[in-house]
């Protein structure tokens, strides 16, 4: 497990082994530590309807090929930061997802594990009712604070057969595999290479489970995936917000 932090105001990458952190910067105790967003992606390339069980909730047909959305770099957060309820929505919902992190700058690529840096957690945050509103997606998954990721990066994983689990106020709502992928992770690092160059640190969001739902202003959302861990995020609405400055 790798991941980012912050200690006294200097930002550094690490080691997790246990509790304890190792970087260039010394040994520390995650306690020590503010866990940030392991990443700072030039993009984030989301797929939508790319679970099974997802499609067979919306009784719509799998699609022929992955169908993509980006989400800006601008929208990420990290563990424990809040989202921020935007006033300018009714119905914001969780969604979460696997997300790949690209290792290195690649184009057409044919051996999609060596461009593989490994994989984290992530919450593709909705204003459900924007996106229903505007017929395509960009305003609604846009927001600032839209797109929490971590809390590391799993560096090592033997398996995508993972479970994935997502929690409002400690209730499960969302609880499926990986597995249950309809374009699998190496199908969909090919089909996007082929589009666009991938930069090193860029996100794949490889889509949502069954189970999406709404949030609203005091929830708290964790998403848990198997041997990489839970990304805890709590919701906030936008007049509470004082974390963003204004210009």
């Given at each position: 497990?790798?991941?980012?932090?912050?200690?006294?105001?200097?930002?550094?990458?690490?080691?997790?082994?246990g509790?304890?952190?190792?970087?260039?910067?010394?040994?520390?105790?995650?306690?020590?530590?503010?866990?940030?967003?392991?990443t700072?992606?030039?993009?984030?390339?989301?797929?939508?309807?790319?679970?099974?069980?997802?499609?067979?909730?919306?009784?719509?047909?799998a699609?022929?090929?992955?169908?993509?959305?980006?989400?800006?770099?601008?929208?990420?957060?990290g563990?424990k930061e809040?989202?921020?309820?935007p006033?300018?929505?009714?119905?914001?919902?969780?969604?979460?997802?696997?997300?790949?992190?690209?290792?290195?700058?690649?184009?057409?690529v044919?051996?999609?594990?060596?461009v593989?840096?490994?994989?984290?957690?992530?919450?593709?945050?909705?204003?459900?009712d924007?996106?229903?509103?505007?017929?395509?997606w960009?305003?609604?998954?846009?927001y600032d604070?839209?797109?929490?990721?971590?809390?590391?990066?799993?560096?090592?994983?033997?398996?995508?057969?993972?479970?994935?689990?997502?929690?409002?106020?400690?209730?499960?709502?969302?609880?499926?595999?990986?597995?249950?992928?309809?374009?699998?992770?190496?199908?969909?690092?090919?089909?996007?290479?082929?589009?666009?160059?991938?930069?090193?640190?860029?996100?794949?969001?490889?889509g949502?489970?069954?189970?999406?739902?709404?949030?609203k202003?005091?929830d708290?959302?964790?998403?848990t995936?198997?041997?990489i861990?839970?990304?805890?995020?709590?919701v906030?609405?936008?007049?509470?917000?004082?974390?963003?400055?204004?210009?």
């Open positions: 497990m790798i991941g980012k932090f912050e200690r006294d105001g200097n930002v550094f990458c690490g080691e997790i082994t509790n304890s952190v190792a970087s260039t910067e010394g040994t520390y105790d995650l306690s020590e530590l503010r866990v940030l967003s392991p700072n992606p030039s993009k984030i390339i989301c797929i939508g309807l790319n679970y099974f069980d997802h499609a067979r909730e919306l009784e719509l047909e699609p022929e090929r992955p169908l993509l959305f980006l989400k800006p770099p601008s929208s990420v957060i563990p809040s989202i921020v309820y006033a300018s929505s009714a119905h914001v919902d969780y969604e979460g997802e696997l997300a790949v992190i690209i290792g290195q700058r690649c184009r057409r044919q051996d999609p594990e060596k593989i840096l490994g994989y984290t957690c992530f919450n593709d945050i909705t204003a459900r924007l996106q229903v509103l505007d017929g395509q960009t305003r609604s998954k846009s604070t839209f797109a929490p990721l971590g809390p590391y990066i799993a560096t090592d994983l033997d398996s995508l057969h993972l479970s994935i689990v997502t929690r409002v106020n400690g209730r499960i709502k969302q609880d499926s595999n990986v597995s249950n992928l309809i374009f699998d992770v190496n199908y969909l690092i090919k089909f996007i290479s082929h589009i666009m160059t991938l930069e090193a640190g860029d996100i794949i969001a490889t949502t489970p069954a189970g999406v739902g709404p949030l202003p005091g708290t959302v964790e998403v995936i198997q041997h861990g839970t990304l805890m995020n709590n906030i609405s936008q007049q509470d917000d004082s974390s963003l400055p204004c210009v």
